[in-house]
Nanobody, 121 residues
């Protein structure tokens, strides 16, 4: 089984910064992509940022120029540096990974349990 565990959430004032981390563990042959999603109360889950094993990155429009995603392939980790946080960034942030369990296995999507980020005004 594959587990994704997030850390680094918390409460911060508007304009502040937080750094989220996620580590994937278990039987993993490869991880092709990792990403962060978020879901605010009453809203749909949305992509925050994603990164492939080759380093290609994309960001959600609302976080461009404020958030930075990075990845440590050797450690199966992904990080999200969040700067200039706004109250509208308040949400549960979820780590996502597209994994292969064994060579020749199909791709499987796995999710973490989520970590709360609260930005106060």
């Amino acid at each position: 089984q594959v587990q994704l565990v997030e850390s680094g959430g918390g409460t911060v004032q508007a304009g502040g910064s937080l750094r989220l981390s996620c580590v994937a563990s278990g039987t993993i042959f490869s991880i092709s992509a990792m990403a962060w999603y978020r879901q605010a109360p009453g809203k749909q889950r949305e992509l925050v940022a994603g990164i492939t094993s080759g380093g290609s990155i994309n960001y959600g429009y609302s976080v461009q120029d404020r958030f930075t995603i990075s990845r440590d392939n050797a450690k199966n980790m992904v990080h999200l540096q969040m700067n200039s946080l706004k109250p509208e960034d308040t949400a549960v942030y979820y780590c996502n990974a597209v994994v292969q369990l064994t060579q020749g296995d199909g791709s499987r999507v796995r999710w973490g349990q989520g970590t709360q980020v609260t930005v106060s005004s």
